[in-house]
Structure formats: structure tokens, C-alpha cells
């Protein structure tokens, strides 16, 4: 069994360790485990699932075309997760999701059949902090991480009520808007996690638009790491093998560890 998911990155981060967490949108090619086992094996330190949704409310175009492949390649959530209960990939697997995918099993179904195929922590962007009170119930009950974001417009209020119940880690957006890939990131990401970083003990990664490893390189020491989506999505749609994807967050990785 993969280890509890705050409990690992904690350790990690504890022992120096910037924290990676790559992205995947599962069912996006018929060999999408084996860039799951890519990931592990290039030193992910928990990896990111997304489940295919047909309208997303935070994901830009490159995650939008990766799960409209998905879904047109047939991928459901149920089959999802029986090939995710068939993966031993080593760290801990958070699932993305949305909202409307929950709710058609009902949370507590849902956090359990999460449970039973082997992951450890649950994304759920769209749903409210004012609202999230059943979600994070149900999560608690299956040993399931409930990771909450918090935008570069919180409130010091917010961001405290964001860091204190969050699981995991806490999730920093470094923009307001959809995911996608940048050259330039806001400066304001860095203020976001430093004043995080003053509000809570929980691990706390920078995600949205980190594309390259300098750019992972330059943000990672205002946070305690860095989450990688779209530029991982968009090599793969470009046509790159798992072993590609793997080099390029094996390049991440050797950023991250030599500006630590």
C-alpha cells in the first residue's frame, strides 16, 4: 500500500526535499499507467490523476483537449478506477476531479470506491469552501486527503480557514484562471505561498502554468513545491512516449534539487 498522503510529503519536505507532483489525465492514451510509473520512477513525490470531465471549469485548452481524448477514447470513472486498483506506482495518487462526478455516486460512495482502488488524496477545484462540508466529512471517514485551493484573491481570513482544513497539502494557484502553460508567472504566486506558508504547517505547492524546470526551479523556494500539468499534457498529446514524460519530470526533479 502507497503511504498517507500528508504524512509522505510532510517527511519529504522535512528532509530538505522540494516536492514534485506531475499531472495526468487518465485514460488519455491506452498506456496512460505507464506514464503514472514514469513519474514515480523520474522522482515524483505523489502524482496528480485527473479524471476526464466533459466541461471544466479551471482546466485550459491543452487539459480540455487531453480528457476530451479520454472520453472520446471511451474512458469512464469506473474504469478509471479498476485500472488504478491495478497500479502499484510507489508514491501517493490524488485524484482530480469535478463537482458533477461526485455527486452522481454521492460523496461517500465516491471517497470509498477512491479508497478501495489505492488513492490517497481528492481535488475537487469547483467546489466552494462554503460548500465542501459533506465532501471533506466523507473523505475524512475513507482516509482519503481533501485538498483544498487557495487563490492569489483569498482573504488572510480565508487563507487560514483554507490552511487549517485542508489534507495534504495546500493547493496555491499562482493566477486567477484556467491551467495552461506560461512564459511569464505572476509575481503574486510567491506572496501567496509565503503568506500560506505563515498560516499553516501543511505542505503548500504552487500549480497553474508551471511549465518549464526553471520556472519550477524559481518558485519552489517561496513554497514547498510545485505541481505540473499542461506542459506534461500537451508533450503527451504532441505524441510523447511515458519514458519522454518521464525524462522531462526527471529534468524538473534535478531543477528542483539543485536550487534546494
Not at 106 to 135: H, N, Y
Request: one cysteine or more; a negative charge; hydrophobic letters at 45%.
Amino acid at each position: 500500500m502507497t503511504p498517507a498522503l500528508e504524512a509522505h510529503l510532510r517527511r519529504r519536505r522535512d528532509s530538505g526535499r522540494p516536492l514534485l507532483l506531475p499531472y495526468v489525465t487518465a485514460g488519455v492514451t491506452g498506456d496512460w499507467p505507464d506514464v503514472v510509473r514514469a513519474y514515480a520512477d523520474a522522482g515524483a513525490d505523489a502524482i496528480e490523476i485527473g479524471f476526464p470531465f466533459s466541461d471544466p471549469m479551471l482546466d485550459g485548452t491543452t487539459i480540455q483537449e487531453a480528457s476530451d481524448r479520454a472520453l472520446s477514447a471511451g474512458a469512464t470513472p469506473r474504469g478509471i478506477l479498476a485500472e488504478l486498483a491495478r497500479l502499484d506506482a510507489a508514491v501517493p495518487l490524488v485524484a482530480m476531479t469535478y463537482t458533477n462526478l461526485v455527486e452522481q455516486r454521492g460523496p461517500r460512495r465516491f471517497c470509498a470506491a477512491l479508497r478501495e482502488s489505492g488513492l490517497r488524496g481528492l481535488i475537487v477545484p469547483d467546489s466552494p469552501l462554503e460548500e465542501v462540508g459533506d465532501l471533506e466529512k466523507a473523505a475524512a471517514e475513507e482516509d482519503l486527503d481533501l485538498v483544498l485551493l487557495a487563490a492569489p484573491s483569498s482573504s488572510a481570513a480565508r487563507l487560514r480557514e483554507i490552511g487549517r482544513r485542508s489534507r495534504g497539502f495546500v493547493y496555491a494557484v499562482t493566477h486567477m484562471g484556467t491551467t495552461g502553460e506560461r512564459e511569464r508567472l505572476p509575481g503574486g504566486a510567491q506572496r501567496l505561498a509565503g503568506e500560506l506558508k505563515g498560516l499553516t504547517d501543511r505542505p503548500v505547492l504552487l500549480g497553474f502554468g508551471i511549465s518549464t524546470p526553471d520556472q519550477a526551479a524559481a518558485l519552489a523556494p517561496c513554497a514547498d513545491g510545485v505541481v505540473v500539468a499542461s506542459a506534461l499534457m500537451r508533450r503527451l498529446l504532441d505524441g510523447a512516449a511515458p519514458a519522454e514524460l518521464g525524462e522531462y519530470v526527471a529534468s524538473i526533479r534535478n531543477a528542483l534539487d539543485r536550487g534546494a
